[in-house]
T-cell receptor, first 120, second 110 residues
Framework: GAVVSQHPSWVICKSGTSVKIECRSLDFQATTMFWYRQFPKQSLMLMATSNEGSKATYEQGVEKDKFLINHASLTLSTLTVTSAHPEDSSFYIC????????????????FGEGSRLTVL | EDQVTQSPEALRLQEGESSSLNCSYTVSGLRGLFWYRQDPGKGPEFLFTLYSAGEEKEKERLKATLTKKESFLHITAPKPEDSATYLCAVQARSGYALNFGKGTSLLVTP
């Protein structure tokens, strides 16, 4: 099956620093990728939709200047948490659609393994 | 606003003890309802998509059903390897984003 890889799988950083998380589609091209955040025992919350070659679309309440998304190629999207604070500690998960948006309905949406961020 | 509520929050079953997980939803025009499995510290793994009331889908010991207000994930004769969190998500016709429930944490003991 298709694979979506996230790196790093976990990261610990000091408050005030910036952290970059990468999301790669390893064996397919992904025009659209999604970034989610998941707090313990909570649901996945969509943060933003990342489209290759254009600006990301952020969900209401998500600060675009704090969570910078760059989808510079068809296989890579990055999420940078700027000036991280302890409340940003969470499990960040990306997903990518293989093919067109219609692929969502046929199981062609693949999730990465997630990146656990801990801000001290 | 779309809402997805899953119950129970946690379920403990003995191996072979069949049960059902519930996903109640409200959405302004359903494009699809999704079931995913998530293991601890991992990303969700796709199981099913259901599109319209009355639809059913099966995969090994799992069977998903859909009505206009809820979906059930039936687990028949579960095994310990079925232990995971099962997530339900809805997709509205107005967009492509998935709105997830909090999940049901299933533990199957030998």
């Amino acid at each position: 099956g298709a694979v979506v890889s996230q790196h790093p799988s976990w990261v610990i950083c000091k408050s005030g620093t910036s952290v970059k998380i990468e999301c790669r589609s390893l064996d397919f091209q992904a025009t659209t990728m999604f970034w989610y955040r998941q707090f313990p025992k909570q649901s996945l919350m969509l943060m933003a939709t990342s489209n290759e070659g254009s600006k990301a679309t952020y969900e209401q309440g998500v600060e675009k200047d704090k969570f910078l998304i760059n989808h510079a190629s068809l296989t890579l999207s990055t999420l940078t948490v700027t000036s991280a604070h302890p409340e940003d500690s969470s499990f960040y998960i990306c997903s990518a659609i293989r093919g067109t948006m219609a692929g969502l309905n046929t199981g062609e949406l693949f999730f990465g393994e997630g990146s656990r961020l801990t801000v001290l | 606003e779309d809402q997805v509520t899953q119950s129970p929050e946690a379920l403990r079953l003995q191996e072979g003890e069949s049960s059902s997980l519930n996903c109640s939803y409200t959405v302004s025009g359903l494009r699809g309802l999704f079931w995913y499995r998530q293991d601890p510290g991992k990303g969700p793994e796709f199981l099913f998509t259901l599109y319209s009331a009355g639809e059913e889908k099966e995969k090994e010991r799992l069977k998903a059903t859909l009505t206009k207000k809820e979906s059930f994930l039936h687990i028949t004769a579960p095994k310990p390897e079925d232990s995971a969190t099962y997530l339900c998500a809805v997709q509205a016709r107005s967009g492509y984003a998935l709105n997830f429930g909090k999940g049901t944490s299933l533990l199957v003991t030998p």
